[in-house]
């Protein structure tokens, strides 16, 4: 029977941001999907106090993030794969950021630190100019 997309898509933001104790977190259950932690198992090996790991897990188990049983917290095994994913595009957004210039246009003169324009760097699609950010960013690194 089809869906409607409407169903399968949401417009909910990833309540977890970088370099957070949620983060933190969330990326140790993840990693250890297969095993349940308690609050204290947690800290222990995620070099957090017992007292962060406890209103982190409530908020995770808020967010509906993770599960809870006994006071043992786990990734639900058939959710594990997205938030991994998840995680991962949080990583690759920071390591973009990390390696993008600094604001060096607010000072004056930065449009002498770009690089020149290389016409032989241009291919022609119709009347659409495509460049290769490979070619930008090589030219930006050099």
Known sequence: MPVPVDELTS??????KPDTNEYRVLSFLVAHREYGYTPREIAA??????????STMARLFEYGLIERADNVYYVDPSRASKLKRRLESLDSLVQ???????????EKGWEQELPTFDPESVSYNGS????SIGH??????S
């Open 128 to 131: 659409r100019q495509l460049l």
């Open 11 to 16: 417009d909910d933001r990833f309540p977890i």
């Open 136 to 141: 930008i960013l090589n030219k930006i690194d």
């Open 96 to 106: 973009f950021f990390e390696s993008a210039p600094d604001d060096s246009y607010a």
């Open 45 to 54: 090996r995620t070099a957090l106090n017992k007292t962060a790991v406890s």
